[in-house]
């Protein structure tokens, strides 16, 4: 188990930029960011590897950037042009990955363990 702490978030204005950042209690395999928009299942919208591959989908390609520092243990997600369509509760995630990838369409009702939400909400 890894425990993870979200911190950031907030509202903003449509066109404006958010950061979070969620700290580990460990390391594991794969890190990324859930989204759940009401209404909908919650869903990966980015992901990164121990070896620091990326994977984004695209309705946030271009906008949002992954990090990971790995001596803070500490994820890191910059998301700029926000849309009020991104309004969503945000989660960070960890899980071991079924193969050599950090798949973006990893089923969320798999992933081991989860921070405790963030909400961000964006205004027009």
């Known amino acids: 188990q890894v425990q993870l702490v979200e911190s950031g978030g907030g509202s903003v204005q449509a066109g404006g930029s958010l950061s979070l950042s969620c700290a580990a209690s460990?390391?594991?395999?794969?890190m990324g960011w859930f989204r759940h928009i009401p209404g909908k299942e919650r869903e990966g919208i980015a992901t990164i590897a121990s070896v620091g591959t990326t994977s984004y989908r695209d309705s946030v390609k271009g906008r949002l950037t992954i990090s990971k520092d790995l001596a803070r243990n500490t994820l890191y997600r910059q998301m700029n042009s926000l849309k009020p369509e991104d309004t969503a509760m945000y989660y960070c995630?960890?899980?071991?990955?079924?193969?050599?990838?950090?798949?973006?369409?990893?089923?969320?009702?798999?992933?081991?363990?989860w921070g405790q939400g963030t909400q961000v909400t964006v205004s027009s």
């Open positions: 995630a960890a899980w071991t990955p079924r193969g050599r990838y950090c798949s973006i369409d990893y089923p969320a009702e798999d992933v081991a363990n």
């Open positions: 460990g390391s594991i395999g794969c």
